[in-house]
């Protein structure tokens, strides 16, 4: 994957880097740390600038978020009820009222939580689903998508650029915080699904007495 990103990058400069980080969105596996920090990195030995590898790859994140966005608005929450109102929320313990709370607080909490997860490892992909699930004005998913995506590749491409040949040094960090916030991430899941399973549980008891 690495080797493939680098002849991508090393053929198509900004496009590359565009077209990478947009594929990057939509499929997560595909790692931008590498993008980044190898196009950082090209940035020391040939024509292309920091600044147009920002603005390139920081459009390819918007593209690739939007891509999301509205799979996000077909999958919308009236289809999600009828979804959780058969036998798979049945399976999961999930009740309708759980949807409509769930799209309320992102109503409240959407607009810190599109850039927030902008800096998280596969989060910053997968929440523009939901953004897009509670018919977030596209407006404010754009400036926020913008907002953080900016930041996130702005960093990585100057370390890139500092670094030089060492960039790989730095994608192994990079690599252990990405390993680190995904079994966070893990875990705080399965600490939910308990104490969400715990709490049913708990309710149908007090319904039955």
Same mark, same amino acid.
């Given at each position: 994957?690495?080797?493939?990103?680098?002849?991508?990058?090393?053929?198509?400069?900004?496009? +590359?880097?565009?077209?990478?980080?947009?594929v990057?969105?939509?499929?997560?596996?595909?790692?931008?740390?590498?993008?980044?920090?190898?196009? +950082?990195?090209? #940035? &020391?030995?040939?024509? =292309?600038?920091?600044?147009?590898?920002?603005?390139?790859? &920081?459009?390819g994140? *918007?593209?690739?978020?939007?891509v999301?966005?509205?799979?996000?608005?077909i999958? @919308?929450? !009236? $289809?999600?009820?009828?979804?959780?109102?058969?036998?798979? +929320?049945? *399976?999961?313990? =999930?009740?309708?009222? !759980?949807?409509?709370?769930?799209?309320?607080?992102? !109503?409240?909490?959407?607009?810190? &939580?599109?850039?927030?997860?902008?800096?998280?490892?596969?989060? $910053?992909?997968l929440?523009s689903?939901?953004?897009?699930?509670?018919?977030?004005?596209?407006?404010?998913?754009?400036?926020? #998508?913008?907002? +953080?995506?900016?930041?996130?590749n #702005?960093?990585?491409?100057?370390?890139? @650029?500092?670094?030089?040949?060492?960039?790989? !040094?730095?994608?192994?960090?990079?690599?252990?915080?990405?390993?680190? *916030?995904?079994?966070?991430?893990?875990?705080?899941?399965?600490?939910?699904?308990?104490?969400?399973?715990?709490?049913r549980?708990k309710?149908?008891? $007090? &319904?039955?007495?």
């Amino acid at each position: 994957m690495e080797q493939f990103v680098i002849s991508i990058m090393n053929q198509y400069g900004y496009f +590359g880097i565009f077209f990478l980080i947009f594929v990057e969105n939509i499929f997560p596996p595909i790692p931008s740390e590498v993008v980044l920090l190898f196009g +950082g990195f090209m #940035t &020391t030995y040939s024509k =292309l600038s920091v600044t147009f590898m920002v603005l390139f790859s &920081t459009l390819g994140s *918007v593209a690739g978020a939007i891509v999301l966005y509205y799979i996000g608005k077909i999958l @919308n929450k !009236d $289809r999600l009820k009828k979804i959780v109102a058969g036998k798979i +929320g049945k *399976v999961l313990r =999930l009740k309708v009222n !759980d949807i409509e709370k769930a799209v309320c607080w992102f !109503d409240t909490k959407g607009n810190k &939580t599109v850039f927030f997860c902008r800096f998280i490892p596969v989060v $910053r992909s997968l929440i523009s689903i939901p953004a897009g699930m509670s018919e977030m004005s596209m407006s404010k998913f754009l400036l926020y #998508t913008f907002a +953080g995506s900016s930041i996130w590749n #702005t960093v990585l491409l100057i370390i890139g @650029n500092r670094v030089g040949n060492n960039w790989k !040094d730095i994608l192994y960090i990079m690599n252990q915080y990405s390993h680190i *916030v995904l079994i966070l991430l893990i875990l705080a899941l399965i600490i939910f699904l308990f104490y969400f399973c715990s709490f049913r549980s708990k309710k149908k008891k $007090r &319904t039955v007495k």
